[in-house]
């Protein structure tokens, strides 16, 4: 995730999240001073100071951060958790590392390449049909999903910014391993895999390849979701089903809208309104809901005439529909907006942390991000613990 900066190509949104495999040791999280970011540890005390102009978080020991100047761009690198540089700031962008790879934009550059821990360049070109790289996905299981082409200029992989269908070159979109050898290069789009297989795009259809590039569900879709829990939405015309690995429906299409599965259940649409559904398609949650989001630690978000509140997967009420805004749970609790302020429950629906913050996010990893201020850019940050004592401000 990062902080603060937009760059062009990639557009990231600070969110108090961890997908870090290795969050239990001893994780740092970002704080801000000013208008630098640095980090702090659970106790809140300062770790590395805030000096940098954006940081991203901690992924296989090392930060991506930008070390700021006169111009924002040209100024990424890696420090380690002493807060040193291990890998110099010279790059436009810089991803987060997996995988002992990270993805960088080199100053200067118009193309991505990878990176080891090191700082050597490990891969950047590919085939002398597509040697560039325009987009670098992080590997997931020795794959990465790439964007390539033969032609160095970004701005012309469409036929134009005035026209509104924009289609990108024919076969830019596939897989690399972590020696650069191409997989497949082929498809019009492509997504990151998941469950062991990935959604690929081609012409108008989306299909799902394998790790090797062999195709597992021929494109035939006007749109797919990612697997989950077993079950892809896909929709044929203008509604929604589920399909399984084998891309045979088990859930027909007849829904308006419909999201992944988790935790047993997904959100559906049906005449306007949200509910979820099981596996076998069964409603267990009636579609009378304005609003509804995925489950997350048993319960899911919902909305009805302008009100937040949970619901189980029998569709039981935690309490009443009774808040401004909600957020899922997260390490056990939720936060919840009444009025003007935010505080949070626990999942007997008790306001356990009142509501008293102008911005919050979930707690991960023991603590919670909170604001007081309109935005997280104009702020005053701080953390709160489980028990809602301020560990820093």
Request: charged share 25%; glycine share 14%; proline share 3%.
């Amino acid at each position: 995730m990062v902080w603060k900066l937009a760059v062009w190509g990639c557009v990231f949104i600070g969110v108090l999240c961890c997908s870090n495999p290795v969050c239990g040791e001893d994780h740092l999280f970002v704080f801000k001073d000013g208008d630098r970011y640095g980090f702090i540890n659970a106790s809140g005390q300062v770790v590395v100071k805030a000096k940098f102009a954006s940081v991203k978080e901690f992924h296989e020991g090392l930060a991506a951060v930008n070390k700021g100047g006169d111009d924002a761009l040209g100024q990424w690198g890696y420090i380690d958790r002493e807060g040193q540089f291990v890998i110099e700031p010279v790059y436009w962008q810089a991803n987060d590392f997996q995988e002992g790879l990270a993805g960088v934009w080199p100053e200067g550059g118009s193309i991505w390449v990878y990176i080891d821990k090191t700082g050597k360049e490990v891969i950047s070109g590919l085939t002398k049909e597509k040697p560039f790289i325009y987009s670098a996905l992080p590997f997931k299981e020795g794959v990465a999903c790439v964007e390539a082409t033969k032609d160095r200029t970004a701005f012309k992989r469409t036929e134009g910014f005035k026209n509104k269908k924009r289609r990108g070159q024919e076969g830019m979109w596939g897989f690399i391993d972590a020696t650069g050898r191409v997989i497949v290069l082929e498809f019009d789009g492509a997504r990151s895999f998941v469950e062991g297989l990935a959604v690929v795009k081609k012409g108008d259809k989306y299909g799902y390849v394998r790790p090797d590039g062999a195709i597992a569900i021929a494109p035939q879709y006007d749109q797919a979701s990612s697997f989950s829990e077993g079950l892809a939405a896909v929709r044929m015309g203008k509604k929604y089903g589920f399909i399984n690995m084998q891309g045979a429906f088990v859930i027909e299409p007849g829904f308006e809208l419909a999201g992944n599965f988790g935790e047993g259940s997904a959100r559906v649409k049906i005449k306007g309104k949200y509910g979820f559904i099981d596996p076998s398609g069964k409603i267990v949650v009636e579609p009378v809901l304005d609003r509804a989001l995925r489950f997350s630690e048993k319960y899911a978000v919902v909305m009805q005439k302008g009100k937040y509140g949970y619901v189980d997967g029998s569709g039981k009420l935690l309490g009443e529909l009774a808040f401004d805004f909600a957020q899922d749970f997260s390490e056990g609790l939720a936060a919840v907006k009444i009025g003007k302020a935010w505080g949070y429950i626990d999942k007997t629906g008790e306001l356990v942390i009142q509501s008293q913050f102008d911005l919050a996010q979930p707690f991960a990893n023991g603590l919670a991000r909170v604001g007081w201020g309109r935005s997280w850019g104009d702020a005053t940050w701080g953390y709160i613990d489980t028990d809602g004592k301020v560990v820093y401000k």
